[in-house]
């Protein structure tokens, strides 16, 4: 079915009737300065404020400055919006906008039968469908004919809409997507107050640029109501949450403020060291913002002064944080090495994307695992953990500087390009007043050894400058009992050994393996780490409530592995692990604890779908035991 910007504009007339839904998947598509990212944001701020629940999911372009209408530069932002509880951001948008044909090409194949598309026709040029690679105008050779898709002028009517504010051309046409955003707020029944104040502080000192951009979104807004095209209108209520204060975060945030509150949980200075990288870069900006809160930022020349930085900080009585993303963690190894080797406390995030090398940067993947477990020369254990949502990832990165200070050891934190990127509400949590887990550094001259264990196997954190307490700190293997360089292969045994159990002595500090839905004697149980956890959530519950005997299981802790996950996966039948990898968790867990899981693998550079997921569940089901 197809609706032609052609027809009048019915002035006076009522409101159109809106349609309830339970939930919504929108897409915005544009090149990569069409201004995508920032439209997305702003919708789902004014979702969030409605009280509806939602997910998003920027996907950004792997080029910097790909030509102009390619599909190499396309921008999308994606967004879920229920009145429920939503655990990802939809499998197939609901409604696309595209602004140009290469955004239609690149989402096309995404799209549910029956959704429908916006098109910008004045983008539909002989040029322009050759640059997104189109032989023929894929609105007059059927391409389109699973969809309803409505024809409408954008950028055309911005620049109508934006005569008299006294911008240029140009910039009356970069407004666009702000009238696209007003449009498929209407569609939501959103107003436009929330977008209108973050105009006014946006371009405070531009005049020029505020009044076109107001009026680009209030013309858009308006087009709904007023058109006689068949818009869709519709409407999504509040969702059921938890009481509490909540705000909407991204991972990058979370994981900004988790480091956070576990200094402030210790009572260390935070001193974050960094080398810019894509998509790890957006948290040393967000912890730079935080300065004023006794956050320490340190701008690198490259990866390995990033971490040998850190290093020094925890070596002098701070808390180290660095992070990168997968060729950036690949430099740090050796001085990952060297953390072990002296036994101080370090947090390492790394925000995987695909590779090998510099691969897809801007694309998500799960192929660290190895590298945070064994990546390493020598026998050089740390702790490994991984976060499952954006707002899970402020648990997880308090957890991992709690246990970085209470074991003294490096700990890596495993995120992802989509968890980084994606957005949920997030309740923000009460906070002690006093630090819940307080450093204290030995002073105590008498019988110091720097190296001498207590009972969990942890050697003491002095501070230099100490007085009586100076000690040696090396890469090079330590006595024992000294502290002093040995070369002695019986000490290297005895160091090695020490070192070895002080990790795995981690899982005593940690909660024991629990399923998140199911029970131990179901039939199926899928195993998952990192942010495949919301479709995995979502394909179990759907398969239980169809009376299928399926569990889920999400590790956060995946070095050392939890208590009790042994027994815990042999009582089922068959143990499914997806994971954004070739079978990482499935080898290692294989290995480790000798049950039959069995890989199932994505490496497209986007997460699993429920549609994926469900239809494994499916097939594993209907096998034979």
């Not at 070369?487 to 050994?497: G, I, K």
């Not at 629990?514 to 004697?521: I, K, M, S």
């Not at 499914?576 to 899981?597: C, D, F, I, K, S």
């Amino acid at each position: 079915m197809r609706d032609l910007e052609g027809a009048h504009v019915a002035a006076g007339s009522p409101p159109r009737p809106r349609t309830p839904r339970s939930s919504v998947v929108v897409r915005l598509s544009g090149d990569s300065g069409d201004g995508i990212q920032v439209a997305g944001g702003q919708l789902a701020l004014a979702t969030a404020l409605s009280g509806a629940d939602l997910e998003t999911f920027p996907d950004f372009p792997a080029e910097i400055r790909a030509p102009a209408g390619t599909t190499f530069g396309v921008s999308s932002f994606q967004i879920h919006i229920a009145d429920h509880r939503v655990h990802t951001v939809g499998d197939r948008p609901d409604l696309l906008v595209a602004l140009n044909p290469a955004a239609l090409k690149v989402n096309l194949p995404d799209l549910r039968p029956g959704a429908l598309v916006i098109l910008d026709p004045g983008t539909f040029k002989k040029r322009e469908l050759e640059r997104a690679g189109f032989t023929c105008d894929p609105r007059a050779d059927g391409t389109l004919g699973p969809f309803r898709v409505l024809e409408i002028p954008i950028e055309e009517l911005t620049r109508k809409a934006t005569a008299g504010t006294g911008v240029s051309a140009r910039d009356a046409g970069r407004a666009k997507n702000f009238w696209a955003l007003g449009l498929v707020l209407w569609m939501h029944d959103r107003d436009t107050r929330s977008v209108e104040a973050w105009l006014a502080r946006r371009f405070s000192n531009e005049p020029a640029l505020l009044a076109a951009n107001r009026a680009a979104l209030a013309a858009g807004h308006s087009y709904g109501e007023v058109s006689e095209l068949s818009i869709p209108a519709f409407t999504v209520g509040r969702a059921r949450l938890e009481p509490g204060t909540y705000r909407t975060v991204n991972g990058l945030e979370a994981l900004a403020f988790g480091l956070l509150a576990g200094g402030r949980d210790a009572g260390l200075e935070l001193v974050y060291c960094s080398y810019p990288i894509t998509p790890a870069s957006g948290l040393l900006h967000q912890l730079a913002n935080l300065r004023p809160l006794g956050v320490t930022t340190f701008q690198a020349e490259d990866e390995i002064a990033a971490i040998s930085a850190a290093i020094g900080a925890s070596y002098a009585g701070a808390l180290g944080v660095t992070g990168t993303s997968g060729p950036g963690m690949a430099l740090k190894t050796e001085a990952l090495g060297l953390a072990a080797a002296v036994e101080l406390p370090l947090v390492v995030i790394d925000v995987q994307r695909a590779g090998p090398s510099t691969g897809m940067p801007t694309k998500t993947e799960q192929s660290d695992l190895f590298q945070a477990v064994f990546g390493r020369n020598g026998e050089a254990p740390l702790v490994v953990l991984a976060a499952a949502t954006p707002a899970d990832a402020f648990a997880v990165a308090r957890e991992a500087v709690r246990l970085a200070v209470h074991h003294m050891t490096p700990v890596v934190l495993l995120a992802d390009g989509f968890l980084a990127n994606a957005a949920e509400p997030w309740r923000i949590p009460e906070l002690s007043p006093e630090p819940a887990f307080p450093v204290r550094f030995h002073t105590n001259r008498e019988g110091f050894r720097p190296y001498r264990r207590d009972g969990r196997g942890v050697r003491p954190w002095v501070v230099p400058g100490t007085p009586g307490l100076a000690h040696r700190i090396s890469g090079l293997e330590r006595d024992f009992e000294t502290g002093a360089i040995s070369y002695d292969p019986t000490n290297h045994a005895r160091m090695t050994a020490a070192r070895r159990a002080k990790i795995l002595a981690v899982a005593d500090d940690v909660p024991p393996a629990a399923l998140e839905q199911g029970e131990p004697d179901d039939r199926l149980v899928l195993v998952g780490w990192g942010s495949t956890y919301g479709a995995i959530a979502d394909a179990v519950a759907a398969a239980r409530a169809r009376g299928r005997a399926v569990a889920h299981l999400h590790l956060r802790h995946l070095w050392p592995l939890p208590r009790g996950l042994g027994p815990l996966l042999a009582g089922f039948d068959r143990v499914l692990v997806p994971e954004m990898n070739t079978g990482q968790l499935a080898a290692l867990l294989r290995a480790e604890l000798l049950v039959p899981a069995e890989p199932l693998t994505k490496v497209t550079g986007r997460p699993f779908t429920v549609e994926e997921l469900s239809r494994a569940i499916e097939a594993r089901l209907e096998e034979a035991p």
